[in-house]
Structures are given as C-alpha cells and as structure tokens.
C-alpha cells in the first residue's frame, strides 16, 4: 500500500517504454539533415573549393596581377 505522500502512479514513469523521446528523435534529425546538407553544399561547390585550395598553395604575386591589369586596359 502507498504511504499518504505517494501515489501509487507516482513511482511510474510513464514516458519510460523503451522508446526515445521525440526530442531525442527530432535532434537526430536535426542532426543528419544538416550533415546532408554541408555534404550536398561540398559537392556542389567543389569545383570552387578546388580552385581555391589552388590559389591557397599558389599565391599570385599584387606585381604580376596588376601587369595583366595593365595589358588589358590598352587592348
């Protein structure tokens, strides 16, 4: 029998059947859906993102650059 403070459902959880949440589960979507979406925008974009690691390892000279700049405004 319960005692005068305890219910006898108060020992009970009841959300506790085993399954997740449904914060537990709208996080895990959360979650794969923003992975998908940085792998999506990588795929997308890798041709810039190569041309930009090239760049990176291959700095061009401001000298060099602003010669071809002048070239072009004789043209």
């Given at each position: 029998?319960?005692?005068?403070?305890?219910?006898?459902?108060?020992?009970?959880?009841?959300?506790?059947?085993?399954?997740?949440?449904?914060?537990?589960?709208?996080?895990?979507?959360?979650?794969?859906s923003?992975?998908?979406?940085?792998?999506?925008?990588?795929?997308?974009?890798?041709?810039?993102?190569?041309?930009?690691?090239?760049?990176?390892?291959?700095?061009v000279?401001?000298?060099?650059?602003?010669?071809?700049?002048?070239?072009?405004?004789?043209?």
């Amino acid at each position: 029998m319960a005692s005068d403070l305890e219910s006898e459902s108060s020992g009970k959880q009841p959300f506790s059947n085993g399954r997740p949440s449904g914060w537990l589960k709208v996080g895990a979507v959360a979650a794969a859906s923003a992975l998908a979406g940085g792998l999506a925008a990588a795929w997308y974009y890798r041709g810039t993102l190569n041309r930009l690691r090239q760049e990176e390892s291959h700095p061009v000279d401001a000298e060099s650059s602003a010669a071809v700049d002048d070239l072009s405004d004789d043209i």
